[in-house]
């Protein structure tokens, strides 16, 4: 009878500390590369559904189109999303970081605009007759009485990228979802279940930090809380 090996990794068993320590660097560049995706991704679409909600809020014909659009945008499978834009961006981060924003734009939106909406038109009257300006006025007062609902956005925006950025993996540009994909392709054990926690340590990370931003950013919520 031969005996098992005594190296977890040529036992290919689910939890084995030697492959943490001898694929460190391999780890560290994944996470990386999934934060950097994940980052572009959430910034760039924050970028777009600012203005995007903001032009829904002050006309009502305006948004209809943009939660349509945005929505239907949410319901394309990731693959084929990803299919539809290889043509524009080809095999590159380029292409995740596209399809990740346009997923990130419906949930963003939505909340951007319910944040809008809740606004209340005597507090939006009150700053008029101060002298706020359009401009002004929605820098310095809607945005900000708008920040709990568009935060949560963010945080549901945020985690949802994490997780999607590993569908990358199909054009080599996935971050940890580049080591889940081939350790599935040669049923490395260890090298799965490492990545796939890391994804959910790195989405409940951002979680975390953005909930604590929002706590700093919107004081008065913690009051009301309490």
């Known amino acids: 009878m031969i005996a098992p090996p005594d190296d977890c990794l040529a036992r290919n068993e689910w939890i084995c500390g030697a492959y943490l320590s001898t694929r460190r660097e391999i780890l560290g ?18 970028l777009l559904a600012l203005p995007l909600a903001v032009a829904a809020r002050r006309w009502r014909l305006a948004a209809g189109p943009v939660l349509g659009v945005t929505t239907l945008l949410y319901t394309i499978p990731a693959l084929a999303m ?18 990740l924003v346009l997923y990130s734009l419906t949930l963003l939106v939505r909340n951007l605009l ?6 209340p038109e005597e507090t939006r009257q009150a700053a008029r007759g101060l002298g706020y ?17 568009a935060m949560a956005g963010l945080r549901i925006a945020t985690v949802s990228a994490v997780s999607l950025v590993t569908i990358g993996a199909i054009v080599g540009h996935g971050g940890l979802g580049n080591l889940i994909y081939s350790g599935m392709n040669t049923y490395f054990k260890a090298q799965v279940l490492t990545a796939s926690v890391l994804c959910v340590l790195i989405a409940v990370a951002a ?15 913690r009051g009301r809380a309490a």
Do not use: K
């Not at 319910?114 to 606004?119: E, I, W, Y």
């Not at 979680?207 to 950013?217: A, C, E, I, K, T």
């Open 82 to 99: 990803f299919s539809l834009l290889l043509p524009v961006y080809g095999l590159s981060a380029a292409l995740v970081v596209a399809g």
């Open 133 to 149: 300006g359009p401009v002004r006025l929605l820098l310095a007062v809607e945005l900000p009485l708008a920040l709990p609902a």
């Open 207 to 221: 979680d975390l930090l953005l909930l604590g931003v929002q706590r700093v950013l919107t004081p008065w919520t």
């Open 29 to 46: 560049d994944a996470v990386v590369q999934h934060l950097q995706l994940t980052a572009v991704s959430v910034a760039l679409a924050l």
């Open 114 to 119: 319910a944040g809008l909406r809740a606004v």
